[in-house]
């Protein structure tokens, strides 16, 4: 039974920092790609970053580039999300998914329960 469980959220300031977990159980972790995905209060899903299988290949959406690093740990079965220079508008219940298929970007399949991250001073 596939369990992807968030956490880490909380309450940042502005400018301040975060690190999501994301703790993967009931699949084959380091055969599939993995997402981060948020949702903003009244506002519709955001896709924000993804990895491939091995941690090498990453991808971020416009909004979180340069700010946001996507990382796994294949050993510990663990997604994480390092959240630097927090805006108001990173404020969402982020969730992390894996993708359809195994070692293919097939796109979020399979979701957690999400983390709220508010910033706010």
């Known amino acids: 039974q596939v369990q992807l469980v968030e956490s880490g959220g909380g309450l940042v300031q502005p400018g301040g920092s975060l690190r999501l977990s994301c703790a993967a159980s009931?699949?084959?972790?380091?055969?599939?790609?993995m997402y981060w995905v948020r949702q903003a209060p009244g506002k519709g899903l955001e896709w924000v970053s993804t990895?491939?299988?091995?941690?090498?290949?990453?991808f971020y959406a416009d909004s979180v580039k340069g700010r946001f690093t996507i990382s796994r740990d294949n050993a510990k079965n663990m997604l994480y999300l390092q959240m630097n220079s927090r805006r108001s508008e990173d404020t969402a219940v982020y969730y992390c998914?894996?993708?359809?298929?195994?070692?293919?970007?097939?796109?979020?399949?399979?979701w957690g329960q999400g983390t709220q991250v508010t910033v706010s001073s």
């Open positions: 998914a894996n993708s359809a298929l195994p070692r293919t970007n097939w796109g979020p399949d399979y």
């Open positions: 009931g699949f084959t972790f380091s055969n599939y790609w």
């Open positions: 990895v491939d299988t091995g941690g090498d290949t990453t």
